[in-house]
Each structure stands twice: as structure tokens, then as C-alpha cells.
């Protein structure tokens, strides 16, 4: 360690406690009343944020005992693993906040070590010792209260703290000035993508190219030879059934074919001439769940999709865990070419429901129960242009406006997703507004492509920087300064003197 820099865990230079829990026993009866208290999601969204700060029932003890003051280091103990045990300094925001038991506290033992140096401390180099320490359950990490305690801390003497903290600020304020921008702009492409694809399926995007070349087959009669070719397929899947059971069709099976769900149109828009509404159960051969199996970690057995491997417009192939399974188990969860994707489960609304489409297959991967695969009838021509419609307009509402929780999980239904409303155009006019949309497409990945490369650099950047300010070498070293071994020495002999102060007393009190 640099010079006059000293060791020490966070229990020795703070006071580290957890919070209130939440007990819908608690009344406003005698000695409880409501008062604000901070919850993780307050604590880990990269800032300290107190948009919607809650009220909780809680005892006067424990008001009294968990009351923030100004300089308090806030520490989350669980959720998403990279924001595990981040550290924000409480500047006394609000006059009377308490916090949750999920929320831990660290109050300084001495005026003289800077709680935000502290926190820039947690933020960055106690990252790998919260990922070694912390423990994990589904999605979701934690560290407890005494491993918290333990994290490690490098203490420069109080005045460079100081120096450290005031040279982060400097630096930090104009590199994150920098990445404001580059937000702004990425924002400003994403939106614009968007605004992009409704207007591709409104038909805004090609509404000169339609008025030069009426259509040859209309989206109606496009529907029908659709449903036909559907209906065909399935009767021969049926006669190879029975041709595989040796069995002689009996009569009237073709009775049996189960219709598809149309659009529900009351309140869908007009759609531009020649075009008509149509639903995913329409135009796909089948729409089904994937395999219900826990996957393993050792990569053994076949492929199978991760949860997040969909994302609007993207079949991420990397994005992937193994199964052991028998090859005929797996015969029905296969994806093709073509195969339109769509989340069936996920934390994030803006990522539930949301369709991809396999464009090619470089390794043979199986889709999970989590996952719901569509396989429509005209194949990846088709399976374009649904995967652009079920992202945008009329069919990501309808899919939004059927989102459920259910046992604290938010998704869709196979069911709701038969029903998506998709708007069908002649497939020459499908054919224009795919190229016309791939090549703006091309434009917006060339635009982002320098923001997403200068925030990369940017994060590396303030790594750079806390490395070098952890490391001694951010800020000049003065050998006047009171080493951090004396400030530790200071807060070991006070908290002595505090601890036995209570035991002399009831000593004096015995005698008496």
C-alpha cells in the first residue's frame, strides 16, 4: 500500500447495521407511527434514488435506532449481482427516513474518514469481494450482514481522502457530462428505430411506393391462401398419423381441424388499402411452449435457449444452457429458420412478449417452456414480418395490455399471444417495406455502433480512474499528513473507552 495507507475491514471504522422489516402486524397503535424507510430499489439503480420513497409502521425504538443521519453509507444486500453491497452516501434528503432490513447502514466511527471516499471505495474495488462473497438464488444475490462487515478497506490518511474524493468529483463530472450526451444520442436512435418500425407497419412507410404498384394478390387474399396451406398441412400431419397407426381415416376427421383464433378488431385502426388485420394463430402452423426441464451447468446434453436470448428483433445463439434428454424427447422444441420467438415470462415488461425471429440456425438449439415459438405458415419471408409487427404498434399493445402476474411472476399467455392482432400486407408490399426498413436499419447500427464503442470507453475510463485513486497514484501524497494506522488506533481506543463505559456504570450502580 501506498505510504501512510493502512488496512481495515468496514467493521472497524463503522457501524454497520440492518434495518426494519416489514410486518403488516404492526399497527398505529400505542408507540408506532408511519415515517418513510428506504428499500433496495432505492439504493441499487446506479444512484440513490427517492422517486417513490414508501411509509412503513414502525416502533419509536426503532425509529430512534434506524433514523438516517447526514454521512450515512446506505449498502443494498441483495438483488441484481452487479449491484450487490453498492454504497451511497445519505446527505439528509429527507428530515426523518428510516431503512429496510434489506438496506444495511454504515456509520463512521470517526469525522475524519470521508463517507463518500468509503463509497467510492464499495462501488469499485469491493465489487470482486461482494461477487466471491455474496451468495446467489435464482437471479437474485445477497451478502449478509457479517460478511459485509468484513469487506476489506485500503484507509489513505483522512486529508488525502479528502483529496481523492475531491479529484473523483472533478473527473467524474466531466466524464459523466460526456456520457449524458451519448445517452441522449443513443435515445435519441432508439426512438427513432421505433417511430421506423410503426410507420413499416402502418404502411406510412411505403404509402408512395403503394400508390405506384397496386398489389396482385391483396393482404386479403393473402389471408385465405394462408389459412388454406395451414389447413392442408395439418390434414396431412393427421393422414400420416393415422397412416403411422395403421389405421383407415375415420369419417369425418377433417371436422376436427381446430380453427384458428381471428383478430379481435373493435377498436383496431383502418388499415391502408389492401392490407387486412390477421392474428399470430392465423398465420402460424403451430404456437407452442418449449420444454419444461431444468437445464444443468456442466454444458452437457443438447443446447436450449436462456430466457434472454430473445430480445426485439434478436435470437442471441450464444445465449444458451445445456439439457440431457433423449433425441426423440426433443424432436418437438427444435427452432428452424423462420421460427419467431417471443418471451413468455420476464421482470421487465419492455422485454415480456417481445419477438425475435431465427434467421439462421448455426447449431441445432432447443426453445424452453419460458420461450413461446411460432412457426409461421409462409416460413422466414412471413416470419419477418411478424417478428417486426409484434415489436411495435397495435400488436405490442395488445401484448402489453395482457400481461399477468401470478405468483410474482410477470407474463404472457400462449393464449393472449394467439390472439396478437398482426396487420397483413400484399407480400410485394411486404417484400418494400423490408428492404426499405433494412436498409434505415443498416444506417441506425452504423450510428450506434461509435456511441455504444465511446460509452465502453467511458466506463473503462472511470475504472481507470478509481484504480489509480485506490492505488495511491490519483492525487499527490503529503508526509505531514497523519497516517491512516493513528486515525485507526484513535477509533479502537474510543470504542474501548465507549464499551466500557456502560460496565463501569452498572459496576458504580451495584456498589451503591
Known amino acids: 500500500m501506498p505510504h501512510g495507507?493502512?488496512?481495515?475491514?468496514?467493521?472497524?471504522?463503522?457501524?454497520?447495521?440492518?434495518?426494519?422489516?416489514?410486518?403488516?402486524k404492526n399497527s398505529l397503535g400505542q408507540g408506532f407511527r408511519e415515517v418513510p424507510y428506504l428499500r433496495v430499489a432505492n439504493v441499487q439503480r446506479g444512484r440513490l434514488d427517492l422517486t417513490e420513497v414508501k411509509l412503513i409502521s414502525a416502533s419509536e425504538s426503532d425509529i430512534q435506532k434506524l433514523k438516517l443521519l447526514p454521512g450515512d453509507i446506505l449498502l443494498n444486500e441483495?438483488?441484481?449481482?452487479?449491484?450487490?453491497?453498492?454504497?451511497?452516501?445519505w446527505q439528509g434528503q429527507l428530515p426523518l427516513c428510516i431503512h429496510q432490513n434489506h438496506?444495511?447502514?454504515?456509520?463512521?466511527?470517526?469525522?475524519?474518514?470521508?463517507?463518500?471516499?468509503?463509497?467510492?471505495?464499495?462501488?469499485?474495488?469491493?465489487?470482486?469481494?461482494?461477487?466471491?462473497?455474496?451468495?446467489?438464488?435464482?437471479?437474485?444475490?445477497?451478502?449478509?450482514?457479517?460478511?459485509l462487515g468484513s469487506l476489506p478497506i485500503w484507509l489513505p490518511p483522512g486529508r488525502e481522502q479528502k483529496r481523492i474524493v475531491k479529484k473523483l468529483d472533478e473527473l467524474f463530472t466531466e466524464l459523466d457530462a460526456g456520457v449524458a450526451e451519448l445517452q441522449a444520442a443513443q435515445k435519441k436512435l432508439a426512438q427513432y428505430r421505433q417511430s421506423l418500425l410503426k410507420a413499416a407497419v402502418e404502411g406510412a412507410l411505403t404509402?408512395?411506393?403503394?400508390?405506384?404498384?397496386?398489389?396482385?394478390?391483396?393482404?386479403?387474399?393473402?389471408?385465405?391462401?394462408?389459412?388454406?396451406?395451414?389447413?392442408?398441412?395439418?390434414?396431412?400431419?393427421?393422414?400420416?398419423?393415422?397412416?403411422?397407426?395403421?389405421?383407415?381415416?375415420?369419417?369425418?376427421?377433417?371436422?376436427?381441424?381446430?380453427?384458428?383464433?381471428?383478430?379481435?378488431?373493435?377498436?383496431?385502426?383502418?388499415?391502408?388499402?389492401?392490407?387486412?388485420?390477421?392474428?399470430?394463430?392465423?398465420?402460424?402452423?403451430?404456437?407452442?411452449?418449449?420444454?419444461?426441464?431444468?437445464?444443468?451447468?456442466?454444458?452437457?446434453?443438447?443446447?436450449?435457449?436462456?430466457?434472454?436470448?430473445v430480445r426485439p428483433m434478436a435470437v442471441n445463439f450464444n445465449?444458451?444452457?445445456?439439457?440431457?434428454?433423449?433425441?426423440?424427447?426433443?424432436?418437438?422444441?427444435?427452432?428452424?429458420?423462420?421460427?419467431?420467438?417471443a418471451t413468455r415470462y420476464n421482470g421487465s415488461v419492455d422485454l415480456l412478449g417481445v419477438f425475435g425471429m431465427v434467421k439462421q440456425v448455426p447449431v441445432r438449439t432447443l426453445h424452453p417452456d419460458k420461450l413461446i415459438r411460432m412457426r409461421p405458415v409462409l416460413g422466414l419471408k412471413l416470419g419477418a414480418w411478424m417478428e417486426v409487427c409484434g415489436n411495435v404498434g397495435m400488436s405490442r399493445a395488445?401484448?402489453?395490455?395482457?400481461?399477468?402476474?401470478?405468483?410474482?411472476?410477470?407474463?404472457?399467455?400462449?393464449?393472449?399471444?394467439?390472439?396478437?392482432?398482426?396487420?397483413?400486407?400484399?407480400?410485394?408490399?411486404?417484400?418494400?417495406?423490408m428492404a426499405e426498413l433494412e436498409e434505415r436499419l443498416v444506417a441506425i447500427r452504423e450510428l450506434e455502433h461509435p456511441t455504444e464503442v465511446a460509452l465502453k470507453?467511458?466506463?473503462?475510463?472511470?475504472?481507470?480512474?478509481?484504480?489509480?485513486?485506490?492505488?495511491?497514484?490519483?492525487?499527490?501524497?503529503?508526509?505531514?499528513?497523519?497516517?491512516?494506522?493513528?486515525?485507526?488506533?484513535?477509533?479502537?481506543?474510543?470504542?474501548?473507552?465507549?464499551?466500557?463505559?456502560?460496565?463501569?456504570?452498572?459496576?458504580?450502580?451495584?456498589?451503591?
Do not use: C
Open 207 to 309: 404509402a408512395d411506393w403503394r400508390a405506384a404498384h397496386p398489389p396482385k394478390e391483396s393482404g386479403e387474399a393473402l389471408l385465405a391462401r394462408i389459412l388454406q396451406e395451414r389447413r392442408a398441412r395439418w390434414e396431412a400431419r393427421q393422414l400420416d398419423k393415422f397412416k403411422a397407426q395403421g389405421k383407415t381415416p375415420p369419417k369425418g376427421w377433417q371436422s376436427k381441424y381446430p380453427e384458428p383464433v381471428p383478430p379481435d378488431i373493435k377498436g383496431l385502426p383502418t388499415l391502408p388499402n389492401g392490407w387486412v388485420w390477421s392474428s399470430v394463430d392465423q398465420l402460424s402452423d403451430s404456437v407452442r411452449n418449449g420444454l419444461s426441464r431444468t437445464p444443468n451447468t456442466q454444458g452437457l446434453g443438447f443446447p436450449i435457449f436462456k430466457i434472454n436470448a
Open 78 to 89: 441483495g438483488g441484481d449481482r452487479d449491484k450487490l453491497g453498492r454504497g451511497w452516501v
Open 5 to 24: 495507507w493502512h488496512s481495515a475491514t468496514l467493521r472497524e471504522i463503522a457501524e454497520v447495521v440492518g434495518g426494519v422489516t416489514k410486518d403488516a
Open 457 to 512: 470507453q467511458a466506463a473503462a475510463q472511470r475504472q481507470n480512474i478509481l484504480r489509480a485513486a485506490f492505488s495511491g497514484q490519483l492525487v499527490p501524497q503529503d508526509p505531514a499528513d497523519e497516517p491512516a494506522s493513528a486515525l485507526l488506533a484513535r477509533i479502537r481506543t474510543e470504542r474501548a473507552a465507549t464499551t466500557a463505559a456502560p460496565k463501569a456504570a452498572r459496576r458504580t450502580r451495584v456498589s451503591a
Open 398 to 433: 395488445h401484448l402489453v395490455s395482457r400481461v399477468k402476474t401470478t405468483a410474482g411472476q410477470t407474463g404472457i399467455s400462449g393464449v393472449d399471444l394467439k390472439k396478437t392482432p398482426v396487420p397483413l400486407a400484399p407480400l410485394a408490399e411486404q417484400d418494400a417495406v
Open 103 to 147: 438496506v444495511f447502514r454504515a456509520r463512521l466511527l470517526s469525522p475524519d474518514i470521508d463517507p463518500l471516499y468509503i463509497a467510492h471505495f464499495t462501488n469499485s474495488m469491493g465489487q470482486a469481494y461482494f461477487a466471491e462473497q455474496g451468495s446467489q438464488t435464482t437471479n437474485l444475490a445477497s451478502i449478509s450482514l457479517t460478511k
Open 319 to 341: 445465449a444458451i444452457k445445456h439439457i440431457e434428454i433423449d433425441e426423440e424427447e426433443a424432436t418437438d422444441y427444435w427452432v428452424d429458420a423462420g421460427d419467431v420467438l
